[in-house]
Protein backbone atom coordinates (compact mmCIF):
# COMPACT_ATOMS: atom_id res chain seq x y z
CA UNK A 1 0.00 0.00 0.00
CA UNK A 2 2.42 2.38 0.63
CA UNK A 3 4.34 2.23 -2.59
CA UNK A 4 0.99 3.25 -4.05
CA UNK A 5 0.82 6.00 -1.76
CA UNK A 6 4.06 6.88 -3.00
CA UNK A 7 3.26 6.66 -6.94
CA UNK A 8 0.05 8.61 -5.78
CA UNK A 9 2.28 11.71 -4.47
CA UNK A 10 4.58 12.11 -7.75
CA UNK A 11 1.37 12.14 -9.50
CA UNK A 12 -0.02 14.97 -7.26
CA UNK A 13 3.04 16.77 -7.53
CA UNK A 14 3.19 16.69 -11.28
CA UNK A 15 -0.34 18.51 -11.11
CA UNK A 16 1.03 20.44 -8.72
CA UNK A 17 4.07 21.56 -11.15
CA UNK A 18 1.64 22.28 -13.78
CA UNK A 19 -0.34 24.65 -11.72
CA UNK A 20 2.76 26.29 -10.43
CA UNK A 21 4.01 26.61 -14.23
CA UNK A 22 0.79 28.53 -15.22
CA UNK A 23 -0.40 30.67 -12.22
CA UNK A 24 3.44 31.66 -12.34
CA UNK A 25 4.38 32.82 -15.82
CA UNK A 26 0.56 33.67 -16.34
CA UNK A 27 0.03 35.56 -13.22
CA UNK A 28 3.34 37.73 -14.04
CA UNK A 29 2.37 38.30 -17.35
CA UNK A 30 -1.03 39.18 -16.89
CA UNK A 31 -0.95 40.89 -13.79
CA UNK A 32 -2.86 38.34 -11.50
CA UNK A 33 -1.37 38.97 -8.00
CA UNK A 34 -3.53 36.67 -6.62
CA UNK A 35 -2.35 33.78 -8.62
CA UNK A 36 1.67 34.74 -7.81
CA UNK A 37 0.40 35.14 -3.63
CA UNK A 38 -0.79 31.39 -4.00
CA UNK A 39 2.45 30.65 -5.54
CA UNK A 40 3.84 29.87 -2.18
CA UNK A 41 1.70 27.17 -0.71
CA UNK A 42 2.09 25.19 -4.20
CA UNK A 43 5.75 25.70 -4.52
CA UNK A 44 5.10 23.79 -0.87
CA UNK A 45 2.73 21.12 -1.52
CA UNK A 46 5.18 19.87 -4.71
CA UNK A 47 8.04 19.55 -2.41
CA UNK A 48 5.75 17.57 0.58
CA UNK A 49 4.13 15.08 -2.14
CA UNK A 50 7.84 14.75 -3.54
CA UNK A 51 8.98 13.74 -0.44
CA UNK A 52 6.41 11.57 0.85
CA UNK A 53 7.31 9.95 -2.49
CA UNK A 54 11.19 9.30 -1.23
CA UNK A 55 10.35 8.55 2.17
CA UNK A 56 7.57 5.66 0.67
CA UNK A 57 10.80 4.33 -1.28
CA UNK A 58 13.13 4.76 1.56
CA UNK A 59 10.73 2.32 3.59
CA UNK A 60 10.22 -0.30 1.19
CA UNK A 61 13.90 -1.02 0.98
CA UNK A 62 14.66 -0.83 5.12
CA UNK A 63 11.70 -3.09 5.38
CA UNK A 64 13.09 -5.73 2.41
CA UNK A 65 9.73 -5.36 0.35
CA UNK A 66 10.77 -7.07 -2.51
CA UNK A 67 7.59 -6.88 -3.96
CA UNK A 68 8.98 -3.87 -5.52
CA UNK A 69 10.90 -4.24 -8.47
CA UNK A 70 13.44 -1.70 -7.39
CA UNK A 71 14.03 -2.61 -4.28
CA UNK A 72 14.14 -6.28 -5.44
CA UNK A 73 17.32 -5.13 -8.03
CA UNK A 74 18.84 -3.47 -5.98
CA UNK A 75 19.00 -4.70 -2.22
CA UNK A 76 18.86 -7.31 0.16
CA UNK A 77 18.01 -8.77 3.33
CA UNK A 78 21.72 -8.95 4.32
CA UNK A 79 22.60 -5.63 3.62
CA UNK A 80 23.57 -3.01 6.13
CA UNK A 81 20.70 -0.75 7.28
CA UNK A 82 22.78 2.49 5.80
CA UNK A 83 23.58 0.96 3.05
CA UNK A 84 19.77 0.87 2.15
CA UNK A 85 18.89 3.92 2.79
CA UNK A 86 21.96 5.30 0.07
CA UNK A 87 20.60 2.11 -2.08
CA UNK A 88 17.35 4.36 -2.45
CA UNK A 89 19.91 6.12 -4.96
CA UNK A 90 21.60 3.54 -6.29
CA UNK A 91 20.19 3.01 -9.19
CA UNK A 92 18.47 4.91 -11.82
CA UNK A 93 14.67 5.37 -10.99
CA UNK A 94 15.51 6.57 -7.01
CA UNK A 95 18.43 8.48 -8.31
CA UNK A 96 16.35 10.62 -10.31
CA UNK A 97 13.76 10.24 -7.44
CA UNK A 98 16.43 12.16 -5.39
CA UNK A 99 17.33 14.24 -8.27
CA UNK A 100 12.97 15.32 -8.85
CA UNK A 101 13.38 16.01 -4.58
CA UNK A 102 16.19 18.12 -4.73
CA UNK A 103 14.74 20.27 -7.70
CA UNK A 104 11.69 20.63 -5.82
CA UNK A 105 13.67 21.70 -2.65
CA UNK A 106 15.77 24.55 -4.77
CA UNK A 107 12.17 25.43 -6.05
CA UNK A 108 11.41 25.85 -2.07
CA UNK A 109 14.09 27.47 -1.20
CA UNK A 110 13.71 30.39 -4.20
CA UNK A 111 9.95 30.78 -3.11
CA UNK A 112 11.07 31.28 0.81
CA UNK A 113 14.45 33.30 0.49
CA UNK A 114 12.71 35.54 -2.83
CA UNK A 115 11.30 37.77 -0.65
CA UNK A 116 13.36 40.62 -1.77
CA UNK A 117 12.36 40.06 -5.87
CA UNK A 118 9.43 41.85 -7.56
CA UNK A 119 6.28 39.67 -7.72
CA UNK A 120 5.71 39.39 -11.19
CA UNK A 121 9.71 38.09 -11.53
CA UNK A 122 9.53 35.59 -8.83
CA UNK A 123 6.10 34.31 -10.28
CA UNK A 124 8.53 33.49 -13.57
CA UNK A 125 11.50 32.04 -11.70
CA UNK A 126 9.01 29.55 -9.98
CA UNK A 127 7.49 29.04 -12.97
CA UNK A 128 10.08 28.17 -15.36
CA UNK A 129 11.25 26.01 -12.53
CA UNK A 130 7.91 24.00 -12.03
CA UNK A 131 8.43 23.74 -16.23
CA UNK A 132 11.61 21.94 -15.48
CA UNK A 133 10.36 19.99 -12.61
CA UNK A 134 7.44 18.75 -14.64
CA UNK A 135 9.48 17.63 -17.35
CA UNK A 136 11.53 15.66 -14.65
CA UNK A 137 8.29 14.53 -12.89
CA UNK A 138 7.07 13.20 -16.54
CA UNK A 139 10.51 11.03 -17.01
CA UNK A 140 10.33 9.92 -13.45
CA UNK A 141 6.60 8.76 -13.99
CA UNK A 142 6.45 7.00 -17.50
CA UNK A 143 9.29 5.75 -17.84
CA UNK A 144 11.21 5.75 -14.81
CA UNK A 145 8.70 4.51 -12.17
CA UNK A 146 10.82 3.24 -8.75
CA UNK A 147 7.54 1.64 -7.62
CA UNK A 148 6.75 -0.68 -10.15
CA UNK A 149 5.36 -3.82 -8.11
CA UNK A 150 6.41 -7.59 -9.16
CA UNK A 151 3.15 -9.74 -8.20
CA UNK A 152 2.71 -12.53 -8.10
CA UNK A 153 6.02 -13.15 -8.46
CA UNK A 154 7.68 -11.30 -5.74
CA UNK A 155 11.53 -12.77 -5.32
CA UNK A 156 12.01 -13.93 -1.42
CA UNK A 157 15.29 -12.12 -1.69
CA UNK A 158 16.87 -9.05 -3.58
CA UNK A 159 19.55 -9.33 -5.98
CA UNK A 160 21.70 -6.67 -3.55
CA UNK A 161 23.46 -3.36 -4.11
CA UNK A 162 25.85 -3.44 -7.05
CA UNK A 163 29.15 -4.08 -4.40
CA UNK A 164 31.13 -1.20 -6.00
CA UNK A 165 28.08 1.08 -4.81
CA UNK A 166 28.59 -0.32 -1.06
CA UNK A 167 30.56 2.59 0.31
CA UNK A 168 30.51 5.50 2.32
CA UNK A 169 31.03 7.20 -1.02
CA UNK A 170 27.49 6.84 -2.07
CA UNK A 171 26.01 8.28 1.21
CA UNK A 172 27.90 11.67 0.41
CA UNK A 173 28.72 11.50 -3.21
CA UNK A 174 25.55 11.84 -5.74
CA UNK A 175 23.61 13.89 -3.46
CA UNK A 176 26.18 16.73 -2.91
CA UNK A 177 26.84 16.28 -7.37
CA UNK A 178 22.95 16.73 -7.44
CA UNK A 179 22.88 19.82 -5.46
CA UNK A 180 25.08 21.44 -7.91
CA UNK A 181 23.82 19.75 -10.87
CA UNK A 182 20.12 20.64 -10.42
CA UNK A 183 21.32 23.97 -8.51
CA UNK A 184 22.14 25.98 -11.47
CA UNK A 185 18.36 24.84 -12.84
CA UNK A 186 18.11 28.50 -10.27
CA UNK A 187 20.48 30.18 -12.42
CA UNK A 188 18.98 29.16 -15.17
CA UNK A 189 15.29 30.24 -13.95
CA UNK A 190 16.66 33.70 -13.41
CA UNK A 191 18.48 34.22 -16.87
CA UNK A 192 14.65 33.03 -18.59
CA UNK A 193 12.67 35.30 -16.19
CA UNK A 194 15.06 38.25 -17.04
CA UNK A 195 14.44 37.28 -20.74
CA UNK A 196 11.12 37.16 -20.43
CA UNK A 197 11.00 40.51 -18.79
CA UNK A 198 13.22 42.18 -21.65
CA UNK A 199 14.64 44.40 -18.78
CA UNK A 200 18.38 43.09 -18.66
CA UNK A 201 19.33 45.63 -15.77
CA UNK A 202 22.20 44.65 -13.83
CA UNK A 203 19.72 43.70 -10.80
CA UNK A 204 18.64 40.00 -11.81
CA UNK A 205 22.68 39.12 -11.92
CA UNK A 206 22.24 40.31 -8.20
CA UNK A 207 19.38 38.21 -7.47
CA UNK A 208 21.10 35.36 -9.55
CA UNK A 209 24.99 35.39 -8.20
CA UNK A 210 24.46 34.07 -3.89
CA UNK A 211 22.67 30.69 -5.72
CA UNK A 212 24.69 30.33 -8.72
CA UNK A 213 27.77 29.92 -6.09
CA UNK A 214 25.92 27.65 -3.57
CA UNK A 215 25.10 25.73 -6.37
CA UNK A 216 29.11 25.44 -7.59
CA UNK A 217 30.02 25.11 -4.23
CA UNK A 218 28.02 21.95 -3.60
CA UNK A 219 28.99 20.82 -7.13
CA UNK A 220 32.51 21.21 -6.49
CA UNK A 221 32.22 19.28 -3.19
CA UNK A 222 30.65 16.57 -5.39
CA UNK A 223 32.82 16.10 -7.93
CA UNK A 224 35.92 16.17 -4.95
CA UNK A 225 34.07 13.52 -3.10
CA UNK A 226 33.69 11.76 -5.95
CA UNK A 227 37.28 11.70 -7.31
CA UNK A 228 38.08 10.77 -3.71
CA UNK A 229 36.07 7.55 -3.51
CA UNK A 230 37.09 6.66 -7.52
CA UNK A 231 40.54 6.81 -5.55
CA UNK A 232 40.24 4.55 -2.93
CA UNK A 233 37.14 2.43 -4.00
CA UNK A 234 38.12 1.13 -7.25
CA UNK A 235 41.47 -0.27 -6.26
CA UNK A 236 44.03 1.28 -8.94
CA UNK A 237 44.50 4.60 -6.81
CA UNK A 238 43.72 6.36 -9.65
CA UNK A 239 42.12 9.47 -8.64
CA UNK A 240 40.70 11.00 -12.40
CA UNK A 241 40.33 9.17 -15.32
CA UNK A 242 38.85 11.31 -17.86
CA UNK A 243 35.57 8.86 -18.00
CA UNK A 244 32.99 10.47 -19.92
CA UNK A 245 29.93 10.58 -17.03
CA UNK A 246 33.55 12.18 -14.92
CA UNK A 247 33.27 14.67 -17.91
CA UNK A 248 29.29 14.83 -17.70
CA UNK A 249 29.64 16.23 -14.10
CA UNK A 250 33.15 18.85 -15.15
CA UNK A 251 31.53 20.23 -17.87
CA UNK A 252 28.78 22.47 -15.90
CA UNK A 253 31.33 22.72 -13.03
CA UNK A 254 33.74 24.79 -16.21
CA UNK A 255 30.94 26.67 -17.36
CA UNK A 256 29.36 27.43 -13.80
CA UNK A 257 32.75 28.56 -12.98
CA UNK A 258 32.90 31.03 -15.30
CA UNK A 259 29.30 32.10 -14.77
CA UNK A 260 30.31 33.00 -10.99
CA UNK A 261 32.80 35.38 -12.40
CA UNK A 262 30.93 37.14 -15.04
CA UNK A 263 27.98 37.13 -12.76
CA UNK A 264 29.81 39.58 -10.47
CA UNK A 265 31.13 41.71 -13.67
CA UNK A 266 27.83 42.15 -14.97
CA UNK A 267 26.68 43.11 -11.31
CA UNK A 268 29.43 45.52 -10.34
CA UNK A 269 29.82 46.97 -13.47
CA UNK A 270 26.89 46.25 -15.74
CA UNK A 271 28.95 44.95 -18.71
CA UNK A 272 29.33 41.36 -19.79
CA UNK A 273 25.20 41.19 -19.64
CA UNK A 274 24.48 39.09 -22.53
CA UNK A 275 27.78 36.55 -22.46
CA UNK A 276 26.53 36.11 -18.64
CA UNK A 277 22.58 34.78 -19.55
CA UNK A 278 24.23 32.66 -22.40
CA UNK A 279 26.65 31.34 -19.67
CA UNK A 280 23.67 30.47 -17.42
CA UNK A 281 21.91 28.82 -20.01
CA UNK A 282 24.71 26.70 -21.14
CA UNK A 283 25.69 25.56 -17.92
CA UNK A 284 21.98 24.41 -17.02
CA UNK A 285 22.57 22.98 -20.60
CA UNK A 286 25.59 20.78 -19.51
CA UNK A 287 23.94 19.81 -16.60
CA UNK A 288 21.14 18.07 -18.98
CA UNK A 289 23.31 16.53 -21.24
CA UNK A 290 25.04 15.39 -18.16
CA UNK A 291 21.77 13.15 -17.37
CA UNK A 292 21.40 12.54 -20.56
CA UNK A 293 25.13 10.41 -21.32
CA UNK A 294 24.70 8.82 -17.71
CA UNK A 295 21.19 7.69 -18.17
CA UNK A 296 20.96 7.32 -22.11
CA UNK A 297 22.35 3.97 -22.56
CA UNK A 298 25.35 5.38 -24.85
CA UNK A 299 27.78 4.13 -23.33
CA UNK A 300 29.74 1.60 -20.81
CA UNK A 301 30.89 3.05 -17.60
CA UNK A 302 31.88 1.95 -14.45
CA UNK A 303 29.47 5.84 -13.29
CA UNK A 304 27.09 4.88 -15.41
CA UNK A 305 23.37 3.84 -14.97
CA UNK A 306 22.86 0.76 -17.58
CA UNK A 307 18.90 1.74 -18.67
CA UNK A 308 16.82 1.44 -21.65
CA UNK A 309 18.12 3.46 -24.40
CA UNK A 310 14.39 5.03 -24.78
CA UNK A 311 14.91 6.57 -22.15
CA UNK A 312 18.04 8.54 -23.41
CA UNK A 313 15.43 9.28 -26.20
CA UNK A 314 13.26 11.13 -23.83
CA UNK A 315 16.12 13.04 -22.07
CA UNK A 316 17.58 13.96 -25.71
CA UNK A 317 14.36 15.39 -26.35
CA UNK A 318 13.56 16.95 -22.94
CA UNK A 319 17.37 18.31 -23.73
CA UNK A 320 16.49 19.64 -27.52
CA UNK A 321 13.39 21.77 -25.98
CA UNK A 322 15.01 23.30 -23.19
CA UNK A 323 18.28 24.07 -24.67
CA UNK A 324 16.38 24.84 -28.17
CA UNK A 325 13.73 27.42 -26.48
CA UNK A 326 15.99 28.77 -24.24
CA UNK A 327 18.43 29.82 -27.21
CA UNK A 328 15.65 30.40 -29.29
CA UNK A 329 14.43 33.54 -27.01
CA UNK A 330 18.12 34.57 -26.05
CA UNK A 331 18.20 35.09 -30.02
CA UNK A 332 14.75 36.97 -29.98
CA UNK A 333 16.13 39.59 -26.81
CA UNK A 334 19.55 40.16 -28.71
CA UNK A 335 18.88 43.31 -29.33
CA UNK A 336 18.00 44.81 -25.98
CA UNK A 337 21.61 43.23 -24.25
CA UNK A 338 24.15 45.78 -25.07
CA UNK A 339 26.23 47.39 -22.83
CA UNK A 340 28.40 50.62 -23.01
CA UNK A 341 31.12 50.10 -20.22
CA UNK A 342 34.85 51.35 -21.04
CA UNK A 343 37.84 49.59 -19.68
CA UNK A 344 41.40 49.00 -20.69
CA UNK A 345 43.56 46.05 -21.21
CA UNK A 346 45.06 45.94 -17.98
CA UNK A 347 42.09 45.68 -15.31
CA UNK A 348 39.73 43.72 -13.78
CA UNK A 349 36.90 43.19 -16.59
CA UNK A 350 39.78 42.01 -19.17
CA UNK A 351 41.17 39.57 -16.31
CA UNK A 352 37.78 38.34 -15.79
CA UNK A 353 37.06 38.33 -19.57
CA UNK A 354 40.28 36.42 -20.12
CA UNK A 355 39.19 33.61 -17.16
CA UNK A 356 35.64 33.04 -19.29
CA UNK A 357 37.49 32.40 -22.91
CA UNK A 358 39.64 30.34 -21.08
CA UNK A 359 37.05 28.25 -18.93
CA UNK A 360 34.73 27.86 -21.82
CA UNK A 361 37.98 26.82 -24.01
CA UNK A 362 38.65 23.76 -21.65
CA UNK A 363 34.99 23.08 -21.26
CA UNK A 364 34.56 23.14 -25.03
CA UNK A 365 38.01 20.49 -24.96
CA UNK A 366 36.41 18.30 -22.86
CA UNK A 367 33.18 18.48 -24.51
CA UNK A 368 34.56 17.58 -27.99
CA UNK A 369 36.49 14.66 -25.90
CA UNK A 370 33.22 13.15 -24.32
CA UNK A 371 31.19 13.32 -27.43
CA UNK A 372 33.07 12.84 -30.78
CA UNK A 373 33.51 9.29 -29.76
CA UNK A 374 30.18 8.79 -29.48
CA UNK A 375 29.43 10.63 -32.45
CA UNK A 376 31.87 8.53 -34.49
CA UNK A 377 30.34 5.27 -33.08
CA UNK A 378 26.74 6.59 -34.35
CA UNK A 379 27.55 7.84 -37.75
CA UNK A 380 29.63 4.55 -38.69
CA UNK A 381 27.28 2.76 -37.62
CA UNK A 382 29.07 0.97 -34.79
CA UNK A 383 33.12 0.93 -35.10
CA UNK A 384 34.34 2.08 -31.84
CA UNK A 385 37.00 5.51 -31.59
CA UNK A 386 38.70 6.31 -27.66
CA UNK A 387 39.98 9.53 -26.86
CA UNK A 388 41.96 8.61 -24.23
CA UNK A 389 44.10 11.11 -21.57
CA UNK A 390 46.87 11.93 -24.28
CA UNK A 391 44.08 14.40 -25.65
CA UNK A 392 42.79 15.36 -22.56
CA UNK A 393 46.31 16.77 -21.06
CA UNK A 394 47.14 18.12 -24.27
CA UNK A 395 43.99 20.34 -24.61
CA UNK A 396 43.44 20.58 -21.19
CA UNK A 397 46.54 21.46 -19.08
CA UNK A 398 48.23 24.06 -20.95
CA UNK A 399 44.48 25.91 -20.19
CA UNK A 400 44.58 25.85 -16.57
CA UNK A 401 48.29 26.93 -16.35
CA UNK A 402 47.33 30.01 -18.46
CA UNK A 403 44.23 30.19 -16.26
CA UNK A 404 46.58 30.12 -13.18
CA UNK A 405 49.07 32.79 -14.59
CA UNK A 406 45.82 35.09 -15.05
CA UNK A 407 44.61 34.44 -11.41
CA UNK A 408 47.98 35.65 -10.35
CA UNK A 409 47.74 38.78 -11.96
CA UNK A 410 44.17 39.26 -10.79
CA UNK A 411 44.54 40.91 -7.24
CA UNK A 412 46.66 43.52 -8.66
CA UNK A 413 44.29 44.60 -11.24
CA UNK A 414 41.44 47.79 -10.29
CA UNK A 415 37.95 47.86 -12.04
CA UNK A 416 38.22 49.43 -15.31
CA UNK A 417 42.05 50.67 -15.46
CA UNK A 418 45.46 49.97 -13.73
CA UNK A 419 47.73 52.07 -14.13
CA UNK A 420 51.10 49.22 -15.21
CA UNK A 421 54.08 50.85 -13.65
CA UNK A 422 51.74 50.12 -10.23
CA UNK A 423 50.61 46.61 -12.25
CA UNK A 424 54.13 45.66 -11.97
CA UNK A 425 55.34 47.03 -8.30
CA UNK A 426 52.13 45.17 -6.69
CA UNK A 427 53.87 41.52 -8.63
CA UNK A 428 56.97 41.91 -8.49
CA UNK A 429 57.60 39.92 -5.42
CA UNK A 430 55.14 37.82 -6.07
CA UNK A 431 56.53 36.23 -9.06
CA UNK A 432 59.98 36.26 -7.69
CA UNK A 433 58.78 33.98 -5.18
CA UNK A 434 56.85 31.99 -7.15
CA UNK A 435 59.90 31.28 -9.40
CA UNK A 436 62.31 30.35 -6.33
CA UNK A 437 59.83 28.26 -4.84
CA UNK A 438 59.16 26.39 -7.81
CA UNK A 439 62.66 25.70 -8.12
CA UNK A 440 63.58 24.73 -4.53
CA UNK A 441 60.47 23.09 -3.68
CA UNK A 442 60.77 20.34 -5.67
CA UNK A 443 64.54 19.94 -4.81
CA UNK A 444 63.26 19.45 -1.19
CA UNK A 445 60.53 17.32 -1.75
CA UNK A 446 62.40 14.56 -4.33
CA UNK A 447 65.33 15.49 -4.82
CA UNK A 448 64.88 16.38 -8.39
CA UNK A 449 63.79 18.68 -11.20
CA UNK A 450 61.23 18.51 -13.47
CA UNK A 451 59.75 21.00 -15.65
CA UNK A 452 56.48 20.34 -14.92
CA UNK A 453 56.39 20.64 -11.70
CA UNK A 454 58.24 23.23 -11.40
CA UNK A 455 55.65 25.07 -14.01
CA UNK A 456 53.37 24.32 -11.94
CA UNK A 457 54.36 24.97 -8.06
CA UNK A 458 55.97 28.30 -9.61
CA UNK A 459 52.52 29.54 -11.03
CA UNK A 460 50.44 28.37 -7.81
CA UNK A 461 53.13 29.89 -5.08
CA UNK A 462 52.30 32.84 -7.08
CA UNK A 463 48.86 33.04 -7.01
CA UNK A 464 49.35 32.42 -3.09
CA UNK A 465 51.64 35.37 -2.92
CA UNK A 466 49.54 37.87 -4.97
CA UNK A 467 46.31 37.18 -2.88
CA UNK A 468 48.28 37.46 0.45
CA UNK A 469 49.88 40.28 -0.83
CA UNK A 470 46.06 41.85 -1.51
CA UNK A 471 45.09 40.53 1.80
CA UNK A 472 47.73 42.53 3.48
CA UNK A 473 46.73 45.65 1.48
CA UNK A 474 43.77 45.22 2.96
CA UNK A 475 44.37 44.03 6.19
CA UNK A 476 46.41 47.15 7.09
CA UNK A 477 43.22 49.64 5.97
CA UNK A 478 41.08 47.49 8.75
CA UNK A 479 40.61 43.91 8.67
CA UNK A 480 37.08 44.07 10.08
CA UNK A 481 36.42 46.13 6.75
CA UNK A 482 37.07 42.56 4.87
CA UNK A 483 33.93 41.25 3.86
CA UNK A 484 32.98 37.76 3.88
CA UNK A 485 32.74 37.60 0.13
CA UNK A 486 35.79 38.65 0.04
CA UNK A 487 37.57 36.02 2.25
CA UNK A 488 34.73 33.53 0.16
CA UNK A 489 36.73 34.66 -3.11
CA UNK A 490 40.20 34.21 -1.62
CA UNK A 491 39.53 31.00 0.04
CA UNK A 492 38.31 29.28 -3.49
CA UNK A 493 41.63 30.78 -5.03
CA UNK A 494 43.54 29.29 -2.70
CA UNK A 495 41.93 26.22 -2.84
CA UNK A 496 42.67 26.59 -6.47
CA UNK A 497 46.61 26.46 -6.03
CA UNK A 498 46.60 23.82 -3.40
CA UNK A 499 44.52 21.59 -5.73
CA UNK A 500 47.16 22.64 -8.67
CA UNK A 501 49.75 21.67 -6.01
CA UNK A 502 48.69 18.20 -5.50
CA UNK A 503 47.71 17.51 -9.18
CA UNK A 504 51.11 18.35 -10.57
CA UNK A 505 53.17 16.93 -7.69
CA UNK A 506 51.20 13.23 -7.36
CA UNK A 507 51.04 12.80 -11.63
CA UNK A 508 54.52 13.49 -11.49
CA UNK A 509 56.47 11.80 -8.27
CA UNK A 510 53.88 8.99 -7.41
CA UNK A 511 55.40 5.45 -7.28
CA UNK A 512 53.68 2.76 -8.68
CA UNK A 513 54.55 -1.31 -8.63
CA UNK A 514 53.08 -4.07 -10.07
CA UNK A 515 54.44 -7.39 -7.92
CA UNK A 516 53.95 -11.13 -8.02
CA UNK A 517 54.87 -11.77 -4.05
CA UNK A 518 54.10 -15.05 -1.53
CA UNK A 519 53.83 -14.90 1.71
CA UNK A 520 57.89 -13.54 3.27
CA UNK A 521 58.55 -11.56 0.07
CA UNK A 522 60.00 -8.08 0.70
CA UNK A 523 60.30 -5.30 -1.76
CA UNK A 524 60.95 -1.41 -1.46
CA UNK A 525 58.33 1.05 -2.45
CA UNK A 526 60.86 4.55 -2.49
CA UNK A 527 62.63 4.66 0.65
CA UNK A 528 60.06 2.11 2.55
CA UNK A 529 60.48 -1.50 2.71
CA UNK A 530 57.05 -3.70 2.04
CA UNK A 531 57.05 -7.09 3.47
CA UNK A 532 53.79 -9.31 2.62
CA UNK A 533 53.24 -11.18 5.78
CA UNK A 534 50.32 -13.12 4.57
CA UNK A 535 46.52 -14.19 3.76
CA UNK A 536 43.73 -14.85 6.44
CA UNK A 537 40.24 -14.36 6.04
CA UNK A 538 37.05 -12.60 7.47
CA UNK A 539 33.41 -12.37 7.27
CA UNK A 540 31.58 -8.95 6.66
CA UNK A 541 27.82 -8.40 7.01
CA UNK A 542 26.95 -9.69 3.45
CA UNK A 543 30.23 -11.12 1.84
CA UNK A 544 33.77 -12.83 2.96
CA UNK A 545 37.17 -11.94 3.03
CA UNK A 546 40.32 -12.59 1.77
CA UNK A 547 42.75 -10.15 3.68
CA UNK A 548 46.23 -9.39 3.26
CA UNK A 549 48.64 -8.36 5.86
CA UNK A 550 51.06 -6.23 4.60
CA UNK A 551 54.35 -4.63 7.09
CA UNK A 552 55.81 -1.22 5.88
CA UNK A 553 58.87 -0.28 7.69
CA UNK A 554 59.64 3.60 7.12
CA UNK A 555 63.33 4.32 8.85
CA UNK A 556 62.24 4.29 12.35
CA UNK A 557 58.34 3.64 12.20
CA UNK A 558 56.34 0.88 11.43
CA UNK A 559 52.45 0.13 10.25
CA UNK A 560 50.77 -2.79 8.76
CA UNK A 561 48.10 -2.77 6.11
CA UNK A 562 45.39 -5.12 4.94
CA UNK A 563 43.73 -4.91 1.70
CA UNK A 564 41.20 -7.39 0.87
CA UNK A 565 39.76 -9.25 -1.96
CA UNK A 566 35.96 -9.45 -0.72
CA UNK A 567 33.34 -12.41 -2.31
CA UNK A 568 29.96 -10.58 -2.19
CA UNK A 569 27.68 -13.63 -1.44
CA UNK A 570 23.95 -12.64 -2.85
CA UNK A 571 25.47 -11.77 -6.36
CA UNK A 572 28.70 -13.63 -6.10
CA UNK A 573 30.97 -10.89 -7.07
CA UNK A 574 34.61 -10.22 -6.38
CA UNK A 575 35.85 -6.58 -5.55
CA UNK A 576 39.08 -5.09 -4.01
CA UNK A 577 39.11 -3.36 -1.34
CA UNK A 578 42.67 -1.17 -1.13
CA UNK A 579 44.35 -0.81 2.10
CA UNK A 580 45.86 2.89 2.39
CA UNK A 581 48.07 5.15 5.28
CA UNK A 582 46.59 8.52 4.33
CA UNK A 583 48.76 11.39 5.28
CA UNK A 584 49.24 14.92 4.55
CA UNK A 585 52.50 14.95 2.70
CA UNK A 586 51.89 11.25 1.11
CA UNK A 587 49.71 8.09 0.88
CA UNK A 588 50.48 4.20 0.67
CA UNK A 589 48.66 2.13 -1.11
CA UNK A 590 48.16 -1.22 -1.37
CA UNK A 591 45.98 -3.52 -3.54
CA UNK A 592 45.54 -7.13 -3.89
CA UNK A 593 45.25 -8.34 -7.79
CA UNK A 594 44.35 -11.61 -8.36
CA UNK A 595 45.21 -15.15 -7.06
CA UNK A 596 48.31 -16.74 -8.71
CA UNK A 597 49.96 -20.49 -8.57
CA UNK A 598 51.95 -21.67 -5.35
CA UNK A 599 49.70 -19.15 -3.08
CA UNK A 600 51.01 -16.08 -4.74
CA UNK A 601 49.13 -12.84 -5.71
CA UNK A 602 49.24 -10.04 -7.74
CA UNK A 603 50.51 -7.20 -5.54
CA UNK A 604 50.09 -3.26 -6.36
CA UNK A 605 51.86 -0.74 -4.29
CA UNK A 606 51.93 3.06 -5.13
CA UNK A 607 53.10 5.71 -2.87
CA UNK A 608 51.60 9.06 -3.70
CA UNK A 609 53.01 12.16 -2.96
CA UNK A 610 50.69 15.46 -1.75
CA UNK A 611 47.59 13.42 -3.17
CA UNK A 612 45.54 14.61 -0.09
CA UNK A 613 45.82 18.24 -1.36
CA UNK A 614 43.81 17.59 -4.20
CA UNK A 615 40.94 17.04 -2.19
CA UNK A 616 41.62 20.07 -0.16
CA UNK A 617 41.70 22.05 -2.71
CA UNK A 618 38.16 21.09 -3.74
CA UNK A 619 36.98 21.44 0.14
CA UNK A 620 38.88 25.20 0.14
CA UNK A 621 36.99 25.84 -3.02
CA UNK A 622 33.48 24.76 -1.56
CA UNK A 623 33.85 26.57 1.61
CA UNK A 624 34.96 29.81 -0.32
CA UNK A 625 31.70 29.99 -2.29
CA UNK A 626 29.79 29.21 0.61
CA UNK A 627 31.45 32.04 2.76
CA UNK A 628 30.84 33.87 -0.29
CA UNK A 629 26.88 33.34 -0.11
CA UNK A 630 26.98 34.30 3.56
CA UNK A 631 28.21 37.65 2.85
CA UNK A 632 26.59 40.28 4.63
CA UNK A 633 25.74 42.40 1.57
CA UNK A 634 22.84 40.13 0.77
CA UNK A 635 21.16 40.03 3.72
CA UNK A 636 20.65 43.55 3.15
CA UNK A 637 19.85 43.46 -0.16
CA UNK A 638 16.58 41.23 1.05
CA UNK A 639 15.97 43.83 3.72
CA UNK A 640 16.15 47.01 1.71
CA UNK A 641 13.73 45.69 -1.07
CA UNK A 642 10.64 44.42 -0.08
CA UNK A 643 8.77 44.50 -3.38
CA UNK A 644 7.57 40.55 -4.21
CA UNK A 645 7.22 39.98 -0.34
CA UNK A 646 3.61 38.19 -0.96
CA UNK A 647 5.39 34.62 -2.35
CA UNK A 648 7.43 34.19 0.66
CA UNK A 649 4.57 35.26 2.57
CA UNK A 650 2.12 32.50 1.06
CA UNK A 651 4.49 29.92 1.84
Same mark, same amino acid.
Given at each position: ?63 ? /? ?14 ? #? ?6 ? #? ?76 ? /? ?74 ? /? ?79 ? !? ?20 ? #? ?40 ? !? ?36 ? /? ?225
Amino acid at each position: MIPELGQLSLALAFCLCGSIAFFGLAGAAWGRQRWLDALGSMVTGQFVFILLAYLALSQAFLTD /DFSVAYVANNSNSLLP #WYYKMSAV #WGAHEGSFLLWTLIMAGWTLAVALRGEHLPAAFAGRVLGVMAVLNMGFLAFLLWTSNPFQRLVPMTPGEGADLNPLLQ /DFGLIVHPPMLYMGYVGFSVAFAFAIAALLTGRLDTAWARWSRPWSNLAWAFLTLGIALGSWWAYYELGWGGWWFW /DPVENASFMPWLAGTALVHSLAVTEKRGTFKSWTLLLAITTFSLSLLGAFIVRSGVLTSVHAFAVDPTRGLFILGFLVLTV !GGSLTLYAARASVMGSRVRYTL #WSRETALLVNNILFVIAMAVVLLGTLYPLAYEAFTGGDKLSV !GVPYFNAGFVPLMLALTAALGIAPALQWKRTAATRLWQ /DLRWPLLIGVVAGLVLPLVVSGALSWQVVVAVSLGIWVVASHLRDLIYRARRGLGRVTLGYWGMLTAHMGFAVALFGIALTSVLSVEMDLRMSPGDRDNLGEMSVTFEGIGSRSGPNYVAQRGTFRIDDGGETLFLYPEKRRYLARNSVMTEAAIDAGFFRDIYVSLGEPLDNGDWAVRLQLKPFVRWIWLGGLLMAFGGVLAVSDARYRRLRSRVTAGGAVAKAV
